[in-house]
């Protein structure tokens, strides 16, 4: 069993800057997958950015250029760097792992970009 624990998030003023942390309570070293995902008030869970072993990373449309996911199996820990956020990417955002045949959730961490 591995908990995953989002931090990072919070209020933001649009055109600013979050890093989003998910730390691993085990190796994350042989999780052939693992990505970001926010679900925004009355809208379903959506893919942000995904890291898959041996493949470049993936990146929604609506990030792209914006957002960097990144992972450093030394710390167990997966990444989100968010610049020049908008409102409407206000959500909270959850970190996904995928090890052997298990899926794993974190709880989530709550963005809010707002004026």
């Known amino acids: 069993q591995v908990q995953l624990v989002e931090s990072g998030g919070g209020l933001v003023q649009p055109g600013g800057s979050l890093r989003l942390t998910c730390a691993a309570s085990g190796s994350i070293a042989g999780m052939y997958y693992m990505g970001w995902y926010r679900q925004a008030p009355g809208k379903q869970r959506e893919l942000v950015a995904s890291i898959t072993s041996g493949a470049s990373p993936n990146y929604a449309d609506s990030v792209k250029g914006r957002c960097t996911i990144s992972r450093d199996h030394a710390k167990n820990t997966l990444y989100l760097q968010m610049n020049s956020l908008k409102p409407e990417d206000t959500a909270v955002y959850y970190c996904?792992?995928?090890?052997?045949?298990?899926?794993?959730w974190g709880q989530g961490t709550q963005v809010t970009v707002s004026s």
């Open positions: 996904n792992g995928r090890l052997g045949g298990y899926v794993y």
